[in-house]
């Protein structure tokens, strides 16, 4: 009898998929809902979580904090009076599942509310990776041009919900509208796109709004 060799192979994804469902149940056994927040660096992520928090202020609110280095923007969240924690990676270039499972243990959690897990910065890694979200929520500026979609489909593909930001810069970049709407549409026909100034505050108690109602319709 011949010997044959018989080769398995196991996708790199399953471990980090397992341990993702895992933390999606203990949140929502912890009654809390947790926000994949994906962006490229200087999107603006850190100002937008705090606009977003600042909108919902009847429900707590939580911070998990993705950079390769640093705690700025922890410092700068913990200041305002809200639970973050930072997480820093040293090099990986997105949140995976085991490390969001580990930093969790962390945080208080001792009220029902809103998890926002700031991802790092780039469009490519974390929109591959579960890390226990019930969203993902993209957020891309003006200034990133309105080719985005177009560049990197994924991050697009996977959003729940998209905060296009620094609006009032359009005029003086020359950012086009319909493109970059056309480009959304063929990739994701479902998620809801906000246009927002972390400036003046525009737009965010409508986004916030709707991430109010996408918590509520993952809890019934």
């Given at each position: 009898?011949?010997?044959?060799?018989?080769?398995?192979?196991?996708?790199?994804?399953?471990?980090?998929?397992?341990?993702?469902?895992?933390?999606?149940?203990?949140?929502?056994?912890?009654?809390?809902?947790?926000?994949n927040v994906m962006g490229a660096p200087g999107a603006g992520k850190t100002s937008s979580i705090i606009h977003l928090i600042n909108s919902l202020p009847h429900l707590r609110s939580y911070v998990l904090e993705g950079d390769i280095e640093s705690d700025i923007d922890t410092i700068k969240m913990k200041n305002l009076g809200i639970e973050t924690l930072q997480i820093n990676t040293y090099g990986a270039c997105h949140l995976d599942a085991p490390t969001v499972r580990k930093a969790i243990d962390g945080l208080s959690l001792a009220e029902p509310g809103l998890l926002f897990i700031e991802n790092i910065g780039n469009l490519v890694c974390p929109a591959e990776f579960m890390i226990g979200e019930h969203i993902k929520l993209l957020i891309c500026s003006v200034a990133e041009g309105s080719d985005k979609p177009y560049k990197y489909p994924l991050a697009f593909?996977?959003?729940?919900?998209?905060?296009?930001t620094k609006i009032d810069l359009k005029s003086f970049v020359d950012f086009d509208d319909r493109f970059f709407g056309k480009g959304v549409q063929a990739l994701n026909k479902n998620a809801a796109v906000f246009e927002v100034d972390a400036r003046t505050g525009?737009?965010?108690?409508?986004?916030?709004?709707h991430l109010e109602e996408l918590a509520r319709r993952a809890r019934s």
């Open positions: 009898m011949s010997n044959e060799r018989v080769e398995v192979t196991q996708s790199i994804y399953s471990e980090n998929d397992r341990i993702a469902a895992q933390t999606r149940q203990f949140f929502d056994q912890s009654s809390v809902f947790a926000v593909e996977k959003a729940d919900m998209i905060l296009l525009e737009g965010f108690a409508t986004a916030a709004r």
